[in-house]
């Protein structure tokens, strides 16, 4: 017997149709944070957090598995219906097949809207979909920190949910019956520039030109008496259009807003589930550890699962990767993978949020004029989605933790973030988890570059191949830039290619391979681009006098600064993975930097390395 559970308004439970009366105070906020993420395990320190605004209490445990028998007496459940509370490692969860929550029936339905085949479709998923709301979200749950977490972002749910429909009301001509309802959007939220654009469109579609003219002064007085600003520069072409009599205000029912465009899909896959992988890097070696531990951070067979963060230097093969897992275990996620590259470390800005939201949503189907405007929405549109399909979202080449955030799906499906930098504030505050990935090993650099250069590799001494393979230091690509120059010079043998590294000694300059993307050297500045000033001087000093381990200390005597903030600049260089830190307080450079061409870049083995940066402490 199904107990259903309403969030969207005044909390409401039914079992059976007969309405359960849930007691006032704590007992509705533990009920309400479990169907909030109902299916999933909601940990016992959140559920602390959610029960007591302030520090939860020594006896926080205690207290909530008293909390949870009495909720499980009041929900009900006997030996032919148990109760719909289920008890796991270290927290509890709702059964997904003993309860339905009206906020997972609305994510359903939004998601079935953006997948449909006509605007007609998807406007009528839209509008049973509102229909769920009945006020105010958890109205009348106590928890300040469970509402004041939780109602904004449902609240933006719901406008973007709101948005989407009014786009494809216009689209299908009921331009008219929308002016109420964009009126009545508008009382509660009159700095909304986007929903002032769609009432002026439905009032100019039906007929009413001087009432569009009229909300377009409104919104303009609400604007200046707000935030001090005025119309923005969709609004004032709106507005110039509504002078004109510009046909372009009128649109045509052909435009299919809020469907799916029709592409070509690979054979086996249905339509609307993204491809978007890149072809793996073949050949593909020395990894197998690594494979395997992913797999273990990404099995989602037990429910949600945390972003996986995969973080290393310029050069280890982290793309590479991330792909080749994507490939080998696509059949994890049937609704398909979304690849975004966020140009964390590459010439120019990284991607900013905004747009790679706009792309995420690109990917999943939604065509540009379902996208709504503003981060906010377009995050909790994203999330709407993604929690709705076992998909795969790939944030390759990430900033920071702040570009990733927004992008990040709540259930559901997954994510997999390739980065230099540690991502230290997604990790530190549980929302990722991290794995780093090292420099390949000697016998698997050296079994890369055998399988790159075969055949010319069969005719190598194992002893010259070894020591080829020994400049490269583990990165993979250093060697494929080796086997690169190998196969552009004829299989140029191993013996004449190490007689110039013997030269140049590092193999990344001695091979130029004449595209920049994809020459180390270059690689690896645009790691300094993200760095502060001082970190990139420290990093300059480092590359010029390389030696053992440093300290704080030493750091600050050569630069005449605080051993604070030098510590902050080996931090800063360490979260970046320019250096390592192989114990306590002390600091390594990550594969031994050396300056080339004026700039630093990865020293390989054999390098000559200058005197020792700082003396080791006595």
Not at 123 to 133: G, V
Not at 556 to 575: C, I, Q
């Amino acid at each position: 017997m199904y107990l259903r559970i309403r969030l969207l308004g005044p909390l409401e439970v039914t079992r059976g149709g007969r309405p359960l009366e849930i007691p006032a105070g704590r007992q509705r906020t533990l009920l309400a944070t479990l169907a909030l993420r109902a299916g999933d395990l909601v940990p016992t320190d959140e559920i602390a957090a959610r029960l007591w605004d302030t520090p939860s209490p020594a006896t926080a445990g205690t207290s909530i598995r008293g909390r949870i028998r009495r909720l499980r007496a009041t929900l009900g459940g006997d030996g032919d219906s148990p109760s719909p509370i289920v008890a796991g490692p270290a927290g509890y969860r709702l059964a997904p097949e003993a309860v339905t929550v009206d906020l997972h029936a609305f994510r359903k339905l939004a998601a079935r809207a953006s997948a449909a085949d006509s605007p007609a479709t998807a406007y009528r998923l839209l509008d049973r979909a509102l229909a769920l709301w009945r006020g105010t979200p958890l109205a009348t749950v106590p928890g300040k920190a469970l509402r004041g977490e939780t109602v904004p972002v449902l609240e933006e749910e719901r406008l973007a949910a709101a948005h989407r429909r009014f786009a494809l009301g216009l689209t299908i001509g009921r331009a008219a019956e929308l002016v109420p309802e964009l009126r009545a959007v508008l009382a509660d939220h009159p700095l909304r520039e986007d929903f002032w654009a769609q009432l002026m469109r439905a009032l100019y579609r039906s007929g009413r030109q001087a009432e569009a003219l009229r909300a377009f002064e409104t919104c303009r007085r609400a604007l200046r008496r707000g935030p001090g600003t005025a119309p923005g520069e969709e609004l004032r072409q709106l507005h110039r259009w509504v002078l004109g009599h510009d046909e372009r205000l009128l649109g045509t029912r052909s435009r299919r807003a809020g469907a799916v465009p029709a592409r070509p899909v690979p054979r086996g896959a249905s339509r609307n589930v993204p491809r978007q992988l890149p072809p793996p890097v073949s050949p593909f070696t020395g990894r197998d550890a690594v494979l395997r531990a992913m797999d273990r951070a990404m099995d989602n067979r037990a429910g949600s699962i945390r972003p996986l963060v995969l973080c290393g230097a310029a050069g280890v093969g982290k793309t590479a990767l991330a792909v080749h897992w994507a490939h080998r275990r696509g059949d994890r996620y049937p609704d398909g993978q979304v690849y975004l590259d966020l140009r964390g470390y590459a010439p120019g800005d990284p991607l900013p949020p905004g747009t790679a939201l706009a792309a995420a949503l690109a990917g999943l189907g939604l065509p540009p004029e379902g996208i709504p405007p503003g981060n906010a929405a377009r995050g909790v549109l994203l999330r709407a989605l993604l929690a709705n399909r076992r998909a795969l979202l790939i944030l390759d080449n990430a900033h920071s933790a702040a570009q990733v955030r927004p992008l990040l799906p709540d259930r559901g499906s997954a994510a997999l973030i390739t980065s230099r930098n540690r991502l230290t504030e997604l990790t530190a505050d549980g929302t990722a988890q991290r794995l780093h990935l090292d420099a390949l090993t000697t016998e698997q650099t050296t079994d890369l570059l055998r399988r790159l250069i075969a055949p010319v590799a069969d005719e190598t001494p194992a002893r010259d191949l070894a020591a080829l393979s020994g400049f490269c230091g583990g990165l993979p690509l250093a060697v494929r830039v080796v086997a690169e120059h190998a196969a552009r010079h004829g299989g140029l043998g191993a013996a004449r290619m190490l007689a110039q590294l013997s030269v140049r000694s590092d193999a990344v300059t001695a091979f130029p391979v004449g595209e920049a993307r994809t020459e180390l050297p270059t690689v690896l500045s645009w790691s300094f681009a993200a760095l502060s000033p001082g970190a990139v001087d420290l990093a300059r000093h480092l590359a010029r006098s390389p030696g053992p381990a440093v300290g704080a200390r030493g750091i600050a005597r050569r630069l005449g600064t605080s051993v604070e903030a030098a510590g902050r600049l080996l931090d800063e260089l360490t979260e970046v993975h320019l250096l390592t830190r192989p114990a306590p307080g002390r600091y390594r450079t990550g594969h031994g930097l050396m300056m080339t061409r004026g700039r630093p870049v990865p020293a390989m083995p054999g390098t000559p390395v200058p005197g020792p940066w700082e003396t080791p402490p006595s």
